[in-house]
């Protein structure tokens, strides 16, 4: 046994991470590793590369008992993780960013250049990696940046390689190649990790499978012996508690309509809709392109073709202004960074987007903003000390219902909500559902996106899925989650 | 608290030292000496205000200072009256401002590289126009935008207070001001609510490019010359003047009261230096200082609050 985690537990805060995380993972084997969003996968194998410390449980590395304080150790040990965000020096070529830290080095702490090129030449030579060793790194695409990783790791003799999630940016043909060398490794001997949401994959690469849900490992055991159902039904597994429930409004005008949208990197195809009074829900696993279409469709990344409609109307957005002005609004994941001027005060936060509207003629009339103010602070209930208190002093939840309330003051008709229960707690998330309900009652259209799926689930009138940048399916409310993962994982033509 | 009043209060112990360090301090004429010889940079810096409040950063006001004064003093020395000469100054001023403007946000370069650049082509067309010659053929009447009193008050200290009445209002009572601060305190959240972005930075940029038009015609007044090489490290004072009173080069911070008091506080630095007998060369490393000291404490200060 190469690898083993016994009963391990993290908490974030308040939050439980993991609470019974186990998994055993044998050299010369690719072990699966599975789970919803937010099962826990990720912080187990952070725990493993030392970025993160467990609150409990036991890690046995090569049969003895370890803790690993910082990512350096593990890396020591024989640990290397593939980050889905490459974390090479962009600047730097290829052999220098396998080389990184450890370069060959002569006296007074020079690098001997030609001696390191030669050495990185004859790894990629060995292993026919499709990359030289003299290329920057910043011109590769994500996959030659993970080949780049897979190289580091061997180079440092690694016995374990852990992958998260490495194939959500990359094309059939490259995923292919990395499929290739991991399986090469896996002939020498090398154990790896492997966290992926696809199940094609899965059945491509894996030889043993692990599945988390809600912090703890529900099922390990070899892949050829389950089902994908069976897959899915351990991802699930347990009864949705509901936070919320609602029933829909009778749906009204077509607010919404995008036809044959291709955007950005990975968007193919799209096509949907959303009628006022409706919450739609837009499901989907880590990378299937769910943020890329909200970001899409407010001008944030390039539209290559398809039509956006709204309320009827060709809509032409190459900036997030176009989109506004088409009467679009999107409350972003990252409130600090996109939604709010946070060291600006609340009330000119809200003012932001419909300025003129408290501004004729350009000149700034403070009693309007004041009134403007306090009826929306009203409305949504936004606690506030004073019209002038500083953004950044705000909870997270009365922070997001003052990027709502912008919108509102904005008149827009169409709102993305991205990820809008992230980062708050539970009476907050309830507030939040309880205004999207109120905005469809008064005729707004919702696009909702969402890793959690039992919010989906409980909050949107039908959902969209995506994967892979695609619309893999519809489903109605009063679907399950069973159906929603078969579509997120594996498409509409799967058993 | 205090130390946000830290700039207000550095002032009046200066005033209050350099009254009892030296007689000659407190005269009518030392004093008015000392606003007229602020007002270039202060007006330079209200400007520089606006620029920095959303964001940005302007190099070449030291350039475009000299350029300004160069064209309205030619103006003048082809016949022109001496109103048309200061409005092709302002009108030089606006024009570079707007071409700064214009370029950061089109062309989408980071201001200071873009005014880095604009500092460099400016001062050599200025030379090239003038074939490095400084205009002395100015008329007379023309000193008194900067030597000339107004009911017994400096004329240049009333262009200084009614150029921050004017950036005062924009900043604090216009959309223009409000979009510079939402600009520039968070980019990315402007640029998500819409916020047209484009406009209202080359706006700012024009209206500093403006002011330090203006400022340009003020020091060729006091010169009675156009100076190609006028205004040279101009662009440093005026923007220490704003980081000295508070301003931010994050962005999104900065104040008129802050600017002038910035201004004035090494206004009197260098007086006080003169008075007192104290080297040029010291001056320049005291005013240094000052700047580094200046932001320390207002680091200091937003760390505390967090």
Redesign the interface.
Known sequence: MLLALRRIEKRFGGVVALRDGNLAVEAGKVHLLLGENGAGKSTLMKIVAGMIQPDGGEVIWQGRPVRFRRPSEAAAAGIAMVHQESLLAPHLTVAENIFLGRAPAAAMGFVRRRRMLEMAESLIEEHRFPLQASWRVERLSPAGKQLVEICRAIQRGSSLLVFDEPTSSLSEAETREVFRIVRALRDRGVGTVYITHRMEELRAVGDQVTILRDGATVHSGDLAAISNDEIIRHMVGREVTAIYSRTPYPPGEELLRVEGLNAGVLLRDIGFHVRAGEIVGLAGLVGAGRTELCRAL?GLDPIHSGEIRIRGRQARIRS??D???AGLA?I?EDRQ????????PVA??L???N??AV?PN???Q?SAERRAFAQYAERLRIRAESPRQIAARLSGGTQQKVVIA?WLF?GARVLLFDEPTRGIDVGAKREVFELMDGLAADGAGILMVSSEIPELLQVADRLVVMRQGRISGELPRGANQEDLLRHAMVGESAP | MIQRLLPFLTLIALFVGLSIASPHFLTVVNLSSVVRQTAVINIMALGMTLVIVAGGIDLSVGSILAMAGLLGTMAMANGYSILTGIAVGLAAGAFWGFVNGFLITRLRIAPFIVTLGTMGIVRGLALIISNGLPVHDVPRGFSFLGDGELFHVPFALLLVLGAALVVHVILEHTRLGRYAFAIGSNPDAALYAGVPIVFHMTAVYTIGGLLTGLAGMIEASRLMTGQPTAGMTYELLAIAAVVIGGGSLRGGEGSVIGTLIGGFIMGLLSNGSDLLGISPYLQQAIIGAVIILAVAVDEFRKRKIG
Request: no cysteine.
């Open positions: 407010f997030p202004r989109a506004v002005k999107l972003p960074k996109h939604g709010l001027a946070t060291l600006l000119q936060n003012t932001m987007a300025l003129p501004s350009g000149i700034l403070r912008k904005r």
